[in-house]
C-alpha cells in the first residue's frame, strides 16, 4: 500500500453485524476506514472495538453524513428497510464516488424466501435513487458476518456486479484486501440473483441447522483462488 495512494474507505451504519468485521479486514490491509452511524457515540464505540482488536489506533468514527464526506469510497452495510431513507439522505455526498452496496431486500419474518424489489434488485433501487454520479457496485451479500469476524479464511466467494468495469474492479480490490475470493458478475442487473441467493442461504442454514452457509465457484481458471487455505 505504501507506494500508492491508500483510500478512504467509509462504512455507513458500520456499527451492526457485517461493518466491523470489514472494516477490521481493511484496516488491517491499511486501508483508512471511517465507521459511520446516525449516532456518532455508537460510531465512536464501535471503532474503539475495532481498534483495540487490531492494537492500533486507526479506525475513525463519524456521523454517515460527515463520514460520505471524508470517503474516496462508501460502503453501505444497513439492513433493508432502511435502504431507500438512508440513500435519499446521502444521494448528494455519494455523487462522484463508487458505493459498494451489501443490501440483501430480506422481508421479515420470511428471510429465506426470495423477494425482490421492483427495481430487480436493491443495488438496482440504490443505482435508481443516485441517478448516474455514483457508480454502484453489489458486493458481500452472501458472505455471514460470522466469516467477516473470523481471523481465518472466509469459505464463502464474493460476487460483484456493477455498470462500471472500473468499479467492479475497485471493488473486486477490496475484496481480495478483506482476504476473501472475488468473482466478477457482470452488470448490476447480475445482482438480482445474488442478493436472492442470500435468502436460499438463509433458508439452508434453518434447514440444516447450518451456522453460516456460503458459496464457492468452482472450475477453472484455479488462479483465482488465493485464499490461503
Ligand atoms: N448479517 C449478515 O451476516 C449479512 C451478510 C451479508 C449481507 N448482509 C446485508 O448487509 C446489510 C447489513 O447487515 P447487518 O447485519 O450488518 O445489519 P444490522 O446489524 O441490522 O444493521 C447495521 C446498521 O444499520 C444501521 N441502521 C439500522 N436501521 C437504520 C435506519 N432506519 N436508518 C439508517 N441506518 C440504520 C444501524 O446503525 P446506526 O444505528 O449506528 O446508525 C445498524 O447498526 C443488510 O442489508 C444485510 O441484509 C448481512
Same mark, same amino acid.
Request: with cysteine; charged share 20%; aromatic share 4%.
Given at each position: 500500500?505504501?507506494?500508492?495512494?491508500?483510500?478512504?474507505?467509509?462504512?455507513?451504519?458500520?456499527?451492526?453485524?457485517?461493518?466491523?468485521?470489514?472494516?477490521?479486514?481493511?484496516?488491517?490491509?491499511?486501508?483508512?476506514?471511517?465507521? +459511520? $452511524?446516525?449516532?456518532? %457515540?455508537?460510531? @465512536?464505540?464501535?471503532?474503539?472495538? #475495532?481498534?483495540?482488536?487490531?492494537?492500533?489506533?486507526? &479506525?475513525?468514527?463519524?456521523?454517515?453524513?460527515?463520514?460520505?464526506?471524508?470517503?474516496?469510497?462508501?460502503?453501505?452495510?444497513?439492513?433493508?428497510?432502511?435502504?431507500?431513507?438512508?440513500?435519499?439522505?446521502?444521494?448528494?455526498?455519494?455523487?462522484?464516488?463508487?458505493?459498494?452496496?451489501?443490501?440483501?431486500?430480506?422481508?421479515?419474518?420470511?428471510?429465506?424466501?426470495?423477494?425482490?424489489?421492483?427495481? +430487480? $434488485?436493491?443495488?438496482? %433501487?440504490?443505482? @435508481?435513487?443516485?441517478?448516474?454520479? #455514483?457508480?454502484?457496485?453489489?458486493?458481500?451479500?452472501? &458472505?455471514?458476518?460470522?466469516?467477516?469476524?473470523?481471523?481465518?479464511?472466509?469459505?464463502?466467494?464474493?460476487?460483484?456486479?456493477?455498470?462500471?468495469?472500473?468499479?467492479?474492479?475497485?471493488?473486486?480490490?477490496?475484496?481480495?484486501?478483506?482476504?476473501?475470493?472475488?468473482?466478477?458478475?457482470?452488470?448490476?442487473?447480475?445482482?438480482?440473483?445474488?442478493?436472492?441467493?442470500?435468502?436460499?442461504?438463509?433458508?439452508?442454514?434453518?434447514?440444516?441447522?447450518?451456522?453460516?452457509?456460503?458459496?464457492?465457484?468452482?472450475?477453472?481458471?484455479?488462479?483465482?483462488?488465493?485464499?490461503?487455505?
Amino acid at each position: 500500500m505504501s507506494e500508492r495512494l491508500i483510500l478512504t474507505l467509509a462504512i455507513l451504519g458500520g456499527t451492526g453485524k457485517v461493518g466491523p468485521g470489514l472494516a477490521y479486514r481493511w484496516a488491517s490491509a491499511g486501508y483508512h476506514v471511517i465507521i +459511520g $452511524s446516525r449516532t456518532p %457515540e455508537k460510531a @465512536e464505540r464501535v471503532a474503539a472495538e #475495532v481498534n483495540e482488536r487490531l492494537g492500533r489506533d486507526v &479506525v475513525r468514527s463519524m456521523a454517515n453524513e460527515e463520514a460520505v464526506q471524508s470517503c474516496d469510497i462508501a460502503v453501505l452495510t444497513v439492513p433493508y428497510e432502511a435502504h431507500t431513507s438512508i440513500l435519499e439522505a446521502l444521494k448528494d455526498h455519494l455523487q462522484g464516488k463508487v458505493l459498494v452496496d451489501t443490501t440483501v431486500p430480506l422481508v421479515p419474518p420470511k428471510e429465506g424466501q426470495v423477494q425482490m424489489p421492483s427495481a +430487480g $434488485s436493491a443495488a438496482q %433501487e440504490a443505482q @435508481e435513487i443516485l441517478g448516474d454520479g #455514483v457508480d454502484v457496485v453489489a458486493a458481500f451479500q452472501n &458472505v455471514s458476518h460470522i466469516h467477516l469476524l473470523e481471523d481465518r479464511p472466509v469459505p464463502c466467494d464474493v460476487l460483484v456486479c456493477g455498470d462500471s468495469e472500473e468499479a467492479r474492479k475497485q471493488a473486486l480490490t477490496l475484496v481480495a484486501a478483506a482476504k476473501l475470493v472475488g468473482w466478477d458478475a457482470g452488470p448490476l442487473q447480475n445482482a438480482v440473483v445474488v442478493e436472492g441467493l442470500t435468502s436460499i442461504l438463509i433458508g439452508i442454514n434453518q434447514r440444516y441447522k447450518v451456522k453460516a452457509a456460503g458459496i464457492r465457484i468452482t472450475g477453472e481458471p484455479v488462479e483465482n483462488r488465493a485464499d490461503p487455505e
